[in-house]
């Protein structure tokens, strides 16, 4: 049987990309099934890490450095912790929710719901709530009890009135067990109770009886044996019966002894304990009983966390290796389980009531039968109201408790039933009805509207019709919950709630015929008619009726304005289709004088797909021609209509001009200047709106072929701000011309030639000159002046005597072309003076440099000399300005020298060029005068192309500009050797400024002139009489080109050896850097020279090491020098050239013993240990001031001991006091085989595992037993072990592999050791003396392999073994080592051991002659998980056993679910015959298969009462199949179980006519009788008399009493003469109709005596004086009439007319109300 929970593997953490080790109890927690939150520390990064589980690729991963995280279990709210300060976060809203500081440390927290936490401190429990700005409440203090406990839950109930905290301990007995420690506390008693427990939980459940749930506080305790306990700490319901209290004991598997609880979770859902071990065992408990329904490890880690799941009621789980597992309950198996396998009915009927699960059906069924059987009505009524699925709430339920009812007249357990039902649960449809109807008939509507109210009646079509006869509302409300639209919305027409309709069909998806609907809505409410057609057509999915129908159905009633608003809302898609309608609607508006509504509806432009030029002649009729003209689409009709432009908006006409084509628009603009006086304007505005369209040119020749220049010009006045057209321009020139003479008003003209870019100059001058003839030539001087024709403009001007325009133009309105302007008078031939006078008046306005220019170029600049020297004297800095009067003082020889020399703004380039051709002095002047250097160049250029080199030379050492220093010293500069020659000779002797000699040498060390630098610097600094002798920086440049010369061997022959000269001669310089820079340019002996001159013995010896590399040479110095630092760096220096003897030598005669690592390491690679033991002995009395470097020395002296083999030296050293590795020393001593040094050493320090290998070595083997019981480490006892055996040493070897055994991943190498040598005998002795010792939590594993060796090598102690150890050894393997050496019996016997019925099965079957037995066999298939393996084993009883199959098939099918009779059946199809019993034993099933199979065999058998029985009491086969077939058969018996299926199946015609061939006369009276069929009763009538059977005929009247005719039987009597026969019957009918015409009479008296007393007392009342007007008192009388008329002969009036008429038509005849 399958497996009552599902186990699945949700995902791995790890996956996720987060480290092994953070998935601890410490760092991962999991609150519920939505989130994971992992803690992952790499150095010192911290990472929060939380796991959607619903999603987990939405994984987020935060870096915030808490020392832990929890997230809340249903929202996305993070809690932090960190020190003592928590922090709760909403990661959605990205916000800090709660912030607080705890006095102490919190170790432990946990959500105890999605509002709440709690904090467990060292001393207290606290609660910290989620809502408002609330502190954490300290909710209890700790036991002491619980103070040296590890925290690991914390649990409260749904109420917050019990907490429990939960911790575990080491036991202080010794045993090294975990103690579970709880503190219980009840915050109503403010109590605490300390409890044994290691978990626990709390639930809400309810028990029997209760009307509320009672909460259940669960622990489970790991004492001597597992217990848990259960018991009620709050009760549901005071009165309800108290909860027994549970103390259950769980059995735990034998290799789990050491096993204990770490969680336990409850599932409200189904009422279970889910109970998980540290093993990873999960325990699944029933919470009312504690009875276990099952058990089995889930996972091979610890699960570390659990928590419930609450969508499926399991629980989700994280192991050490990461997983996370969810384990759910099976609900298609748990009830089979507990029936099945626990054999515990009344646990699986409550888990399945319990849950509402699958599986107990048939047990609620016999349960509830057997209930009404015994009259427990009471007990009947509650189970059939609870049964799960609601199994028992059928049709067939009612009618039983309905005869239950009958025959119990005192009792309706019917109501009991409904009561149950209502209490918790909803009535289904059958069950509405079954109650409404007594409740209608008792006038208790409103227990029907409460009920529906609560939504406890599911409304059916039925139930409405009921309910409507005495509540429409409700019944209505009904009739739309039961989704009955048709009734919906008639009950919508008849209460006029016409907004509703068209709302509710859409809801509900009904489409009814809403024509007919609005053609009774249009008499009654034309509006709501209106709106709801409105909205029908408006629909998503199109209209819901045909528009023009309805549009007919309106128009039909003259409802113009509801057709319009209807067309309106019908056509507002602007579908092309509805063209005509569209039409329809603008033209029914327009002839029936409403062209206003016309109007907007066009104006609002919903409809485009009209007849527009049908809807255009319809406008242009009614005035509407603006309308007219959008329709039109022919010319000449636009024509006809524009000339009624006039009367058309402005606005319209310049929008609709825009959508014709550009030859129509000319056309209809020429039609509208024809009416110039009124159209100008317009056509002035269309014009210039569509220009762009129209073409400029087009419309200006229109305007010009009407005449119109006043057109022109406003249009292109318009436009020619915005027009790049010349023409445009030129055009609108002309027009101001000719307007302005008109006008005398030529401001517009001037405007439009000063602001104007796109005019044509040439064309506009000429025009302006020679056609326009203007007095005023201000337009022209604007043209002539923006397009640069000032000296033509000048030119006319003069000659035409307008000379004062000349004058007002170069003073007021351009200044700036005086120079053109005079320019142009002086080639007209104007004189000096004037044009002198002219200029003046400009004074400084005039620019300077273009009139200069002018002048110049006509040789006429001295006439200017007034005015500038004006302009000079005002202040003027114009470059220009000063450049013409230095060339006029040049040409004029007005001492130049003083204005050049003083003057700072003329330009040195324009006037050194222009003194270069006179004076280059005065040119070398003015360019080494210019600020800035800006003319360096110019000066160098002018003093080498006249050979000025000595002014050139104090020139560049005066600028000290090392850029033009490198212009003149590059090898391209021809005159470089003079330069340098004066540089040398003169310039820099003379100079006393030592910047600029500095710049100087500078400059020729980049030019890399390093001889001319030397004789330079020799000049200045050898001299004693040099200003700069004694210069430091001077000296050291010196030095250091002299160096990089003699580096580069550039140095001149008669330099060679100077550098040696100049370090003797001068003394200022720096000499370490000096001697740098004589080292890196390979001049070693002069560095050495200076170190020594300096005084710097340790860099002289370092020069003689590293660079001259003469290592005697510097042992001379160094012992000359006898200092300990020269010793050392001697020292260094012969280590590294491996002289490792000298070397140390020299340490020690430096005393220096930092290098004692590089020192020890080449001694050991030289083999020079005697040497280093010297070294060694100097460092040991140096302190180093640290523990490491002593040690370093301490183990090199101890190896060296050894490897001299001074064998009392290293005694001596390792006794007295060091700080040496010995362990060290030892490892490479025995490296080497030196294993006497290495065992001295191990002992001294008590190495036992490594002295074990040195002993195993020296074939000591008792000495390396013993060390390696000192060590107790794996690895030395296997390798003593490996030794002793191969030394055949079986009696140490087994001492060592006792202590192996215990280890359970060292076992098996164990076996190999002795198995690869072919020791069997010892390897089982050694095992099997294992077994009579303890061997911890390794038992099974000893076990597990002494099985496999007895299956290898002894298999005849094999069975014995295995019965009495197979609980405790890993049955697995050892099913694999049974196999592969085939032992069947001991297979099966495994497989059944471990719970693999299937596979012990399929081994019984496969190898039957060893394995199998019949009892054993049917033991192992009723528990097979796989149903195969039961039809595999039906056919192999069919082929080996057939006789036991009978008894196999019964036995498996005792167990519900277990066999697929079916396929049984198919399988044994040919030898049915075979298991005719067993098909007995499963008929109550009703099968079909079954059936047909049975009745195949009964009628082989001719076995007509089995078969008889068999049908009347199984019907789930094919009967009409099977009646067809025995119809045909020879016993006559046969033949009557065909006519009895016939009957069954209503074919009352075939078993009649099957009876009357076979002459059963009385089976066919019974036939035509169950019939109810008058017809065929008659049929049998008539055929009694043919065949003269006249007894039969008398039988079959009162038979058949109730279905035959009268008229019939008189008739057959009387023509037949048997009215003696048909006499009784007679008399019976007569005595029958007499009987209800007597009793009908009696009730019309009695209602006739009833209505007179009604009326009695209404007249009474009336006469009291009651108003009956106001209270509808006469109405009542004719709702009561119709009441009457409606109901017919209905039941439940109370009065004459009044009942039917307030009952809705339940009263009755005339009125008249039935009781």
Not at 27 to 44: A, H, L, P, W, Y
Not at 293 to 298: G, I, S
Not at 1320 to 1333: A, H, N, R
Not at 1493 to 1518: C, G, P, Q, R
């Amino acid at each position: 049987m399958a497996a009552p929970i599902k186990l699945n593997e949700v995902m791995k953490v790890t996956a996720m990309g987060i480290k092994p080790e953070s998935i601890t109890f410490a760092n991962c927690t999991m609150e519920s099934e939505k989130f994971i939150t992992v803690r992952e520390q790499i150095g010192d990064a911290v990472n929060i890490h939380i796991i959607d589980l619903m999603n987990p690729q939405k994984t987020e991963k935060r870096p915030i450095s808490a020392d832990a995280a929890i997230m809340n279990p249903v929202a996305k709210i993070l809690a932090l912790k960190s020190g003592n300060n928590l922090q709760i976060f909403n990661i959605e809203l990205k916000s800090k929710m709660k912030a607080h500081q705890m006095p102490e440390a919190v170790v432990y927290w946990k959500w105890i719901n999605e509002r709440c936490m709690a904090l467990v401190t060292a001393t207290a429990v606290y609660h910290w709530t989620m809502e408002g700005t609330t502190e954490p409440v300290k909710m209890f203090d700790r036991l002491p009890a619980m103070s040296a406990c590890q925290i690991i839950n914390y649990r409260a109930d749904a109420g917050e009135k019990w907490m429990v905290l939960i911790g575990i301990s080491q036991a202080q007995d010794g045993s090294n067990r975990v103690v579970g420690n709880m503190q219980l506390y009840s915050k109503e008693k403010g109590q605490s109770q300390s409890i044994e427990g290691h978990a626990a939980a709390f639930s809400q459940f309810m028990c029997q009886g209760a009307g509320a749930n009672s909460t259940l506080f669960c622990f489970a305790n790991k004492g001597p044996t597992l217990k848990v306990h259960i018991l009620e700490v709050v009760k549901g319901t005071a009165s309800a019966p108290a909860f027994m209290k549970r103390a259950v004991d769980i059995q735990m598997p034998a290799d789990a002894a050491n096993d204990f609880p770490v969680a336990m979770q409850i599932s409200d859902k189904y009422g279970l304990i889910f109970l998980v071990t540290k093993f990873g065992y999960l325990y699944v408990l029933d919470v009312e009983t504690g009875t276990q329904v099952f058990m089995n490890r889930v996972s091979a880690e610890t699960i570390f966390t659990t928590c419930v799941n609450s969508v499926s009621g399991g629980i989700l789980g994280i192991n050490r290796h990461a997983q996370v597992l969810h384990v759910q309950i099976d609900e298609q198996n748990i009830v089979k389980h507990i029936q099945g396998t626990l054999q515990n009915i009344d646990l699986a009927m409550k888990v399945a009531a319990r849950a509402k699960l699958p599986g107990a059906e048939g047990l609620y069924s016999a349960s509830f039968d057997q209930m009404l059987r015994s009259g427990d009505l009471n007990a009947a009524a509650e189970m059939a109201a609870r049964s799960p699925n609601g199994v028992l709430r059928t049709p067939n339920t009612i009618n039983k408790f309905k005869a239950a009812a009958q025959a119990n007249p005192g009792q309706n357990p019917l109501l009991i039933y409904f009561s149950k039902i209502l209490e918790d649960s909803t009535l289904n449809a059958v069950e509405s009805i079954e109650l409404a109807r007594p409740v209608i008939q008792q006038g208790k509507q409103q227990l029907l509207q409460k009920w529906f109210d609560e939504g406890k009646l599911e409304c059916s079509e039925d139930l409405g019709d009921l309910v409507k006869q005495v509540d429409g509302t409700l019944a209505l409300k009904m009739y739309n919950k039961a989704n009955c639209p048709a009734k919906v919305i008639a009950c919508f027409v008849e209460t006029q709630q016409y907004d509703k309709i068209l709302t509710y069909a859409q809801r509900v998806g009904y489409n009814p015929e809403w024509t007919s609907i609005l053609q009774n809505m249009v008499v009654l409410n034309p509006e709501g008619a209106v709106q709801l057609a409105q909205m029908l057509v408006n629909q998503d999915g199109g209209s819901k009726v045909d528009v023009a129908a309805v549009a007919d159905l309106f128009l039909q009633r003259n409802m113009l304005q509801q057709t319009t608003a209807f067309l309106l809302a019908a056509l507002k898609d602007n579908k092309p289709e509805e063209a005509a309608l569209q039409t329809k609607l603008l033209e029914i508006n327009l002839r029936n004088n409403a062209a206003q509504v016309a109007e907007a509806i066009m104006a609002n432009g919903q409809l485009t797909h009209y007849d527009r030029p049908q809807i255009g002649g319809l406008c242009e009729r009614a005035g509407l021609f603006q309308r007219a003209l959008e329709h039109y689409t022919e010319l000449k009709d636009l024509k006809r209509v524009i000339v009624h432009a006039s009367q058309m908006q402005p606005d319209f006409l310049l929008e609709w001009f825009g959508s014709l084509d550009t030859a129509w628009a000319v056309e209809l603009l020429k039609e509208m200047l024809k009416d110039m006086r009124q159209n100008l304007q317009i056509c002035v505005q269309i014009a210039t709106k569509y220009s762009e369209f129209l073409q400029p040119a087009t419309l200006i020749a229109m305007f010009e072929e009407y005449k119109s220049m006043e057109g022109l010009y406003y249009y292109l006045g318009a436009i020619v701000n915005f027009s790049q057209d010349e023409t445009v321009h030129y055009k609108y020139i002309v027009a101001c011309t000719k307007v302005g003479l008109m006008k005398n008003d030529f401001k517009e003209l001037e405007r439009i030639t000063r602001e104007s870019q796109y005019y044509p100059p040439t064309k506009v001058k000429d025009y302006l000159k020679s056609e326009a003839k203007l007095a005023d030539p201000r337009p022209l001087i604007n043209v002539c002046d923006k397009h640069d024709m000032v000296e033509e403009l000048t030119a006319y001007l003069y000659s035409k005597s307008m000379v004062k325009f000349i004058e007002v133009y170069v003073q007021k309105v351009n200044p700036h072309r005086t120079p053109q302007v005079v320019g142009a008078l002086i080639d007209a031939g104007c004189q000096e003076d004037q044009i002198r006078t002219l200029v003046m008046s400009v004074r400084g306005m005039c620019p300077v440099e273009p009139l200069v220019a002018a002048c110049q170029k006509r040789n006429r600049l001295r006439f200017l000399l007034p005015w500038l020297e004006a302009r000079f004297e005002e202040g003027e800095q114009d470059p220009a300005l000063h450049n013409a009067l230095a060339m006029i003082y040049i040409d004029t020889n007005q001492n130049p020298e003083k204005f050049l020399q003083g003057n700072q703004y003329f330009d040195p380039k324009v006037v050194g060029a222009y003194c270069e051709k006179r004076d280059p002095h005065l040119a070398f002047i003015v360019y080494s005068n210019a600020p800035g250097g800006t003319c360096d160049e110019e000066a160098i250029k002018v003093t080498n192309d006249n050979k000025l080199y000595k002014a050139q030379a104090k020139f560049l050492v005066d600028r000290q500009n090392l850029e033009l220093w490198a212009t003149v010293l590059t090898d391209e500069n021809p005159h470089k050797r003079e330069l340098v020659d004066q540089v040398v000779s003169t310039a820099l002797p003379q100079c006393k400024n030592g910047d600029a000699v500095a710049n100087a040498v500078k400059a020729f060390m980049s030019a890399n002139l390093p001889n001319e630098l030397i004789e330079l610097l020799e000049k200045i600094v050898l001299r004693p009489d040099s200003e700069f002798a004694a210069n430091k920086s001077l000296q050291n440049l010196l030095l250091i080109t002299a160096c990089q010369v003699a580096a580069q061997g550039n140095l001149e022959e008669s330099l060679r050896g100077r550098v040696m000269e100049y370090i003797n001669r001068l003394d200022k310089f720096d000499g370490p850097d000096i001697a740098t820079l004589c080292v890196s340019d390979g001049l070693f002996e002069e560095a050495f020279v200076i170190y020594k001159k300096f005084d710097d013995k340790k860099n002289a010896i370092g020069v003689l090491l590293d660079e001259i590399k003469d290592l005697e040479r510097a042992k001379d110095f160094a012992n000359a020098c006898n200092m300990d630092e020269v010793w050392s760096t001697l020292a260094t220096a012969q280590l590294t050239n491996n002289h490792v003897v000298d070397a140390i030598d020299s340490f020690v005669k430096s005393k220096d013993p930092s290098q004692y690592l590089e020192v020890i390491k080449a001694a050991q690679d030289a083999d020079e240990y005697h040497a280093l033991i010297t070294f060694l002995r100097m460092a040991r009395q140096k302190d180093f001031g640290t523990q490491e470097a002593r040690g370093e020395i301490d183990t090199a002296m101890l190896m060296a001991y050894a490897r001299t083999n001074m064998i009392s030296e290293l005694e001596e050293f390792v006794s007295s006091p060091n700080i040496a590795n010995v362990e060290e020393v030892g490892e490479r001593c025995a490296e080497m085989g030196m294993f006497e040094a290495a065992r001295m050493l191990f002992s001294s320090i008590s190495k036992h595992d490594k002295l074990a290998s040195c002993l195993v070595r020296l074939k000591k083997f008792a000495d390396a037993v013993e060390a390696a019981r000192k060590a107790n480490f794996t690895r030395t006892w296997k390798e003593v072990l490996v030794a002793c055996v191969k030394a055949e040493e079986f009696r140490l070897a087994q001492m060592c592999g006792l202590n192996l055994m215990i280890i359970p991943d060292e076992i098996e190498e164990l076996m190999k050791v002795y198995e690869r040598r072919g020791y069997f005998e010892q390897l089982i002795q050694m095992l099997e003396s294992g077994l009579s010792t303890d061997m911890g939590g390794n038992s099974s594993g000893i076990f597990t392999e002494l099985a496999i060796l007895y299956a290898k090598y002894k298999e005849a102690k094999l069975m014995d073994h295995l019965k009495l150890y197979f609980s405790r050894m890993n049955i697995p393997r050892v099913i694999r080592e049974c196999e592969r050496h085939e032992h069947w019996q001991a297979l099966c016997f495994l497989h059944v051991a471990n719970d693999e019925a299937d596979n012990a099965a399929l081994t019984m079957m496969n190898h039957a002659s060893e394995a199998w037995e019949h009892v054993q066999f049917k033991d192992i298939l009723g528990r097979c998980a796989n149903p195969e393996n039961l039809y595999k084993a039906v056919t192999f009883y069919v082929e080996e056993h057939p006789l036991d199959l009978t008894d196999l098939l019964t036995h498996l099918s005792k167990k519900e679910g277990v066999l697929d009779h079916s396929r049984v059946v198919v399988l044994m199809k040919r030898r049915l015959p075979l298991i005719k019993g067993y098909l007995e034993t499963v008929q109550t099933h009703d099968m079909k298969s079954v059936n047909e199979a049975l009745n195949t065999i009964y009628i082989e058998e001719e076995d007509f009462e089995k078969l008889a029985a068999s049908v009347n009491t199984y019907t789930n086969f094919d009967q009409l199949e099977l009646a067809g077939s025995l119809q045909r058969h020879d016993l006559l018996e046969m033949r009557r179980v065909a006519g009895m299926l016939y009957n069954k199946n209503k074919r009352y015609q075939q078993a009649l006519e099957l009876a009357k061939k076979d002459k059963l006369y009385k089976d066919a009276m019974q036939t035509a009788a169950t019939s109810q069929d008058a017809d065929l009763v008659e049929e049998l009538l008539r055929f009694f008399v043919e065949v003269e059977a006249k007894e039969c005929f008398a039988a079959c009247l009162f038979t058949c009493y109730e279905y035959v005719k009268p008229d019939v039987v008189l008739e057959l009597a009387w023509r037949n003469n048997i009215m003696d026969y048909s006499m009784p019957y007679l008399i019976q009918v007569a005595r029958a109709y007499t009987t209800k015409v007597d009793t009908l009479v009696a009730e019309a008296e009695k209602h006739k005596e009833e209505a007179k007393k009604n009326q009695e007392a209404m007249e009474q009342q009336a006469g009291m004086g009651v108003d009956m007007g106001m209270q509808g008192g006469p109405l009542m009388l004719t709702m009561g009439q119709q009441g009457g008329q409606q109901g017919g002969m209905g039941y439940g009036g109370d009065a004459y007319g009044m009942g039917g008429g307030m009952q809705g038509g339940m009263g009755g005849g005339m009125g008249m109300s039935m009781p």
